[in-house]
């Protein structure tokens, strides 16, 4: 609910958890006043406090107290006053700074959509924005604040669009948000990580000065997540305050957080300005990326939780958006890029008779590519490999009863390639300069409308060419050698434009072919981001195959992103990444709790009872998956050695609890799991114990684990409410 009090100049923006509060002053000024806990009043109990504070710039002559620097900004600028990090940063014939006062407003039903930028969405009554314009009268820019409240959805979505007058300017920087509060006592909770280590559930507390992550790949990046969190010290699982800010954009990106020798804090996300600037002619207009806010005090799986939901309803396009997702066969791991067609059959065949859904062809059968040294572009198929091409493939696959998926890497071109012969020029490099290269490959330069047809007719024309029903979107390395910048009036424009330029692919590509499932790829996840989500609903979490290794990636990752995104594949051992050597049970047990499971693993040369064994993991997933895909995750007690996940069907139905132990140890403790989410006074039947129990029980004194004493040991259990 968006309620504007014009007596004193009061926005109360509410959700069913939090009020989101900002006032102009008298010199129409536009302050922030809170963020937090919903009240159904606000009175400016929290008054607003003038003080002479030394060194202080007042714009306004004899006033000693009324000073940029300590004022709650709602979106702040550089270079008058406010020494903080600013919301927006201009450079023109005025110099620097914009002086934002208050200009109007309008609030309404629904929201719009950002154009050619991926953005939340909600029906009319699910959603209402207010647009606030502030106006800097000098130079005649006006900045337009949006913010969209889904009440129900426990989200504010926000995003600020620069729109000059008669004059030209450049924007060195502008974040979607920036936000004030009177409070330092907070803990910073991000993702991080590295290759194969992706998403790792990081706390820094805040200290004296600033934290911030951001990526100039090119892309959000291994490393980096375009999310940042700011919870109390104290907060666990059931209680807590925690605030969430995602930004729905998967190139450049920065998030920070910067306390003030007053004890406030300062933090927001957007695009980072590193390596970006813009120029706006005279009355043209810049729109930011979409920042989503959110806030539960209710601790962190209550955040869990909301972000999960909100994504499902409110982002992610696809329909597959609810549907329980297919068990697949990768050939990735199984073969690499040697491969025929009859090897292909023949692990089809297996994954089939083993009651898998859908087999996905990997890198290696387009071009002349026999190994990463070549081909990317050349989005026709190997005839030597696959004889029959893709429709007799495809064909043959469906008659074993699987659907069939392709993997591409569209946005990039290799050296040795018909594409680069032909076109060099549609490759990002510097002319005059050797390649950068990495993987042996380069990238795409899409911010040519030209390159972007192309990439968006030859896919098409493959997927238009058998019947294929998956697509796994790779895409192996970073943007260097941008060929721009000072040649180009001191422009920085390159990334975000290739960030425009690729969205533009996907926007076509998705709705043109809406009964394809998209899996978005960076090296796993290497852009896994809610850029990528709006238009593809799963991603390849991490190349990192590893049970052990995979827990970490699956914490961080399901910690935001809904688990029926998450893409978690059973691999052979010892392990490709790792030479980790775990029981195919445990290897099936965390990834059923990835999210969208499946195997990657030559299966032709698995011994029967393995093959048994995968059978009985593939039925024993179906039996469970709209319960992990769509239910409600809850983390259960983790030591250092264990973790226990637990999900909960959305009709309390059925429980499924994961277990794992990875190091054996003498004399360990006995540990007992509490479940939660159940319905007390149901019984639940658990077949692998041929026990019954209450849910009264399970979730007050707990469930003792076995005691075994084996390395990468783990437990599944499922309960079904009779
Ligand atoms: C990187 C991906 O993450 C892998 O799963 C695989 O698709 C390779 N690329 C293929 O080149």
Redesign the pocket.
């Known amino acids: 609910m968006i309620r504007f009090y014009a007596e004193n100049g009061l926005f109360h923006l509410q959700t069913r958890e939090f009020s989101y509060v900002m006032q102009v002053l008298e010199n129409q000024q536009l302050v922030h006043r809170y963020f937090g806990k919903r009240v159904n009043h606000f009175s400016s109990s929290n008054k607003m406090t003038y003080l002479d504070r030394a060194f202080g710039p007042s714009p306004i002559s004899g006033n000693r107290t009324f000073s940029l620097d300590v004022l709650p900004l709602e979106y702040s600028s550089n270079g008058l006053g406010d020494f903080r990090e600013a919301s927006v940063e201009l450079r023109n014939s005025f110099g620097v700074g914009l002086d934002l006062k208050y200009q109007g407003h309008r609030i309404y039903k629904g929201k719009p959509a950002l154009e050619g930028l991926p953005s939340s969405f909600a029906t009319e009554d699910e959603v209402e924005t207010l647009e606030l314009d502030l106006y800097d009268q000098l130079t005649e820019i006006r900045v337009t604040l949006l913010y969209s409240v889904f009440e129900e959805g426990n989200f504010l979505a926000r995003s600020a669009r620069i729109t000059t007058g008669a004059h030209a300017t450049k924007i060195e920087k502008c974040l979607s948000f920036t936000l004030d509060m009177p409070r330092k006592d907070l803990v910073v909770h991000s993702l991080m990580g590295r290759y194969g280590h992706e998403k790792e559930w990081t706390r820094t507390p805040l200290t004296s000065g600033r934290y911030e992550i951001g990526s100039v790949r090119g892309a959000s990046g291994h490393s980096q997540t375009p999310f940042i969190a700011l919870a109390d010290a104290a907060i666990t699982e059931d209680s807590g305050e925690i605030y969430t800010a995602h930004l729905v954009y998967s190139g450049n990106f920065k998030a920070f957080a910067e306390t003030s020798p007053l004890h406030h804090t300062r933090w927001g996300i957007g695009l980072n300005d590193q390596a970006f600037s813009w120029q706006l002619e005279a009355h043209q207009t810049f729109q930011t990326p979409e920042a989503l806010l959110s806030y539960t005090d209710r601790g962190l799986t209550a955040m869990t939780q909301i972000s999960h939901t909100f994504i499902k309803r409110h982002l992610v396009r696809s329909s597959f958006v609810d549907k329980v997702r297919p068990i697949l066969i990768n050939n990735?791991e199984a073969t690499y890029f040697d491969f025929t067609e009859e090897k292909i059959l023949e692990l089809a065949q297996t994954a089939s008779q083993a009651g898998m859904e859908l087999f996905v062809l990997?890198?290696g059968w387009f071009g002349c590519r026999d190994n990463?040294e070549s081909s990317l572009g050349d989005w026709f198929v190997n005839r030597h490999k696959l004889p029959n091409g893709l429709g007799g493939l495809a064909q043959a696959i469906n008659d074993l009863g699987m659907e069939f998926g392709l993997?591409f890497?569209p946005e990039m071109i290799s050296i040795d390639s018909e594409l680069y012969r032909e076109h060099p020029d549609w490759a990002i490099q510097i002319t005059g300069r050797d390649p950068i290269y990495s993987r042996e490959q380069l990238v795409l330069d899409l911010s040519q409308d030209q390159v972007c047809d192309y990439v968006i007719d030859s896919v098409a024309k493959i997927l238009e060419s058998a019947h294929i029903t998956y697509v796994?979107w790779?895409m192996?390395r970073n943007i260097t050698s941008m060929p721009e910048s000072l040649a180009n009036g001191e422009r920085y424009e390159f990334h975000h434009r290739y960030m425009l330029g690729l969205y533009r692919i996907l926007e076509a590509l998705t709705t043109r072919f809406p009964h394809i499932l998209f899996e978005s790829?960076s090296?796993?996840g290497g852009r896994n981001d809610l850029g990528m989500l709006y238009y593809m609903p799963q991603a390849?979490a991490s190349?990192n195959t590893d049970a052990i290794g995979r827990l970490s990636i699956q914490e961080g990752t399901s910690l935001i992103y809904p688990v029926n995104s998450i893409g978690a594949h059973v691999s052979a051992v010892p392990n490709h990444q790792v030479g980790r050597v775990t029981p195919l049970e445990t290897r099936g047990n965390v990834a059923m709790m990835g999210g969208a499971f499946g195997y990657e693993l030559d299966l032709t040369s698995l011994e029967a009872a393995e093959i048994q064994a995968i059978s009985e993991q593939v039925e024993t997933y179906k039996g469970i998956r709209e319960t992990v895909q769509n239910g409600q995750l809850y983390r259960l007690a983790k030591t250092s050695n264990t973790q226990s996940t637990l999900f909960v069907h959305q009709d309390r139905s059925q429980a499924v609890l994961t277990f794992v132990k990875i190091l054996a140890q003498p004399e360990a403790p006995l540990i007992q799991v509490r479940l939660k989410g159940l319905d007390p006074e149901a019984q639940y039947d658990c077949p692998c114990l041929g026990e019954t129990f209450y849910g009264d029980e399970l979730m007050n004194i707990g469930l003792t684990m076995p005691y075994v004493q084996k390395d990468y040991f783990s437990v599944q259990y499922i309960f079904n409410k009779r």
């Open positions: 990735w990997d890198d990463d993997w890497e796994k790779d192996n790829c090296g796993g390849w190349d």
